[in-house]
C-alpha cells in the first residue's frame, strides 16, 4: 500500500509539476520507484500544463516595456529586480513560481520519460500512429525548451565560433545519475535541430487540439531555430512550409477592437502552436508594465496594430495585444505572421530582393488600413522592424537582440530607473545570464564567465 501511495505520488509530480533544476541534475534516484509505464500515461505526461509554458527571463530584460518607478519598488523578488535593471543575478530567489531554468529543465525531463518510455512500451506492442505521436510531442518538447534556455543562458549563435562556445547541459535520459556537463553551443544546436527534425517525421500534419503540437509546430521552430543559427536557406523553407499549410494569417481588418483584449487563441487562425511566457516575474506584467513611446509612435495612423495593440488608460500606455487574450502569461508561440517575417528576411539576406518585398507587402495587406498603400520595399531593416512591432512582447526580442549584435547589429539594451541609467552594452558577457548558484554548487558544472 504504501509503495502504491508513492507511485501516484510520484506520478502527480511528473504530471502536474515542474521537477526542479537541481533535482533533475542531481538528486539520486531510487530505482524502486516505479515511473508511467502505459501509452496514456507518456500521453498524459506531455498534456502537463507546464509544457506550454516558456522561459520569461530574456522578456524581463526586453526593454520595449518599462515599469513606472513606484512599481519597480514594490517588486518583491530581488531576482527580478536583478534581471530588469539589467544587471547579474545569482538567481538564489524564486520569485512567483519556478523561474525558466527549473521550468525548462523540468519539462526536459517529461518529455525523457515519454521517449524512453514510449520506446520501451513500442518493444513490446508495436509501433502505432498514436505512439508516435507522443513520441514526437516528447522530441518536439525537448528541442523547444532547449532552444529557450540556449537563448537567454548562452551567447549568441555564431557558427564560426558554436564548437568552442559554452552550450547547455544535454539530459537526453531519465536517469537521476547521469553526471551533468556543459555541452558546446554547437552540439546543444545540433540536438534541437535533430529532435525537431525526429519530431517532424512522428507527427501528424493536423492534430484536433491545437495545443498538442503537429508537423507544422516543428516546421514553425525549425525555421525559428534555422534563423538564430543564420542559415536562411533553411529557415525560409521551413518558414514557406508553414505559409503553406492549414493555418493562415489573421485578417486585422475584421478583428474587434472594442474588446479589452482583441485576440484570443481559439479563434486565431494564425496561432501554429500555444506557448506562454510563465508569470514567474512580476516585471511582465501587462497590467502595470508600461510600453516604451518611440516604439509606440512607429506604427503610423494607418496601422491596425496602432489601436489593436495598446492602450492607453490613465495618460499610460498599456499593451492589449496579448494573443493569450490577457489570461495569465502572454502568448509566445510561433503564427504564420512571424513566418511571413522569417521568410522575407531570410529572402533579403540570400539577395531574393523580390521575394523579400512581395513576401512583405503581403503580410502587411493584412496588418495595415486598406485605405494607406502598402509600401513598396526591399530593406532588410524595414523587415527586421516590422518583425519587432509584429512579434511585441512575445519573448522573442531578446534573442534577437543576442542574434542581430553577432551580426553587427551594435543594438545596447537600456533602461532608467530613478534616473539612474542601466545599460547592457551589445556583445556584453551579461547578456548570458548567470546559471543559478544553487545548480552550479550541486553539479559543479562551468558558470557562464564574467
Avoid at 65 to 83: K, M, S, V
Avoid at 247 to 266: I, T
Wanted: glycine share 8%; aromatic share 10%.
Amino acid at each position: 500500500m504504501k509503495n502504491t501511495i508513492i507511485l501516484i505520488f510520484i506520478f502527480i509530480l511528473l504530471l502536474l509539476g515542474p521537477i526542479g533544476c537541481t533535482s533533475f541534475l542531481d538528486v539520486k534516484s531510487d530505482s524502486k520507484l516505479a515511473v508511467p509505464t502505459s501509452l496514456e500515461d507518456y500521453r498524459a505526461l506531455m498534456n502537463s500544463i507546464n509544457n506550454s509554458l516558456a522561459v520569461p527571463e530574456g522578456e524581463v530584460m526586453s526593454v520595449d516595456h518599462y515599469l513606472p518607478d513606484d512599481e519597480y519598488d514594490a517588486l518583491f523578488c530581488q531576482t527580478d529586480r536583478d534581471l530588469y535593471r539589467l544587471e547579474d543575478s545569482p538567481m538564489i530567489q524564486e520569485c512567483d513560481g519556478s523561474g525558466g531554468w527549473a521550468l525548462a529543465y523540468g519539462n526536459i525531463y517529461r518529455a525523457n520519460v515519454a521517449i524512453h518510455g514510449v520506446e520501451a512500451f513500442e518493444k513490446e506492442n508495436g509501433i502505432s500512429a498514436r505512439s508516435a505521436d507522443v513520441k514526437g510531442q516528447g522530441y518536439f518538447n525537448r528541442a523547444i525548451n532547449l532552444y529557450e534556455l540556449a537563448q537567454v543562458w548562452c551567447a549568441g549563435f555564431d557558427p564560426q565560433q558554436a564548437e568552442s562556445t559554452l552550450g547547455l547541459p544535454l539530459k537526453v535520459t531519465d536517469d537521476f545519475n547521469e553526471k551533468t556537463v556543459r555541452a558546446s553551443l554547437k552540439a546543444t544546436f545540433d540536438l534541437i535541430v535533430e529532435d525537431l527534425q525526429k519530431a517532424e517525421a512522428l507527427l501528424p500534419d493536423q492534430q484536433s487540439n491545437i495545443y498538442w503540437a503537429s508537423k507544422v509546430a516543428a516546421w514553425a521552430y525549425l525555421a525559428r531555430v534555422s534563423l538564430y543559427m543564420q542559415n536562411y536557406e533553411k529557415a525560409r523553407v521551413y518558414a514557406e512550409k508553414c505559409i503553406q499549410s492549414n493555418f493562415k494569417l489573421l485578417d486585422y481588418h475584421h478583428v474587434d477592437g472594442g474588446k479589452k483584449f482583441p485576440f484570443n487563441v481559439n479563434d486565431n487562425s494564425e496561432i501554429i502552436y500555444p506557448r506562454f511566457l510563465t508569470t514567474a516575474y512580476y516585471s511582465i506584467s501587462i497590467d502595470v508594465s508600461h510600453m516604451d513611446s518611440v516604439l509606440y509612435q512607429s506604427y503610423g495612423e494607418g496601422d491596425l496594430r496602432r489601436s489593436l495593440f495598446f492602450n492607453k488608460k490613465d495618460g499610460a500606455l498599456l499593451f492589449r495585444g496579448d494573443y493569450g487574450g490577457g489570461g495569465g502569461g502572454t502568448f509566445c508561440g510561433p503564427t504564420v505572421a512571424e513566418m511571413y517575417l522569417i521568410k522575407a528576411e531570410c529572402a533579403a539576406r540570400t539577395g531574393k530582393l523580390n521575394e523579400a518585398s512581395s513576401t512583405l507587402q503581403e503580410f502587411l495587406s493584412y496588418r495595415l488600413d486598406k485605405t494607406i498603400p502598402v509600401p513598396e520595399t526591399t530593406v532588410l531593416d524595414q523587415v527586421l522592424w516590422e518583425r519587432r512591432k509584429e512579434l511585441l512582447w512575445r519573448g522573442i526580442r531578446f534573442g534577437d537582440v543576442k542574434r542581430l549584435n553577432r551580426l553587427g547589429a551594435g543594438i545596447a539594451l537600456k533602461r532608467t530607473i530613478r534616473g539612474k541609467e542601466y545599460l547592457l552594452p551589445p556583445n556584453d558577457s551579461r547578456a548570458n545570464i548567470l546559471i543559478p548558484q544553487k545548480v552550479i554548487e550541486q553539479s559543479g558544472i562551468t558558470q557562464n564567465p564574467r
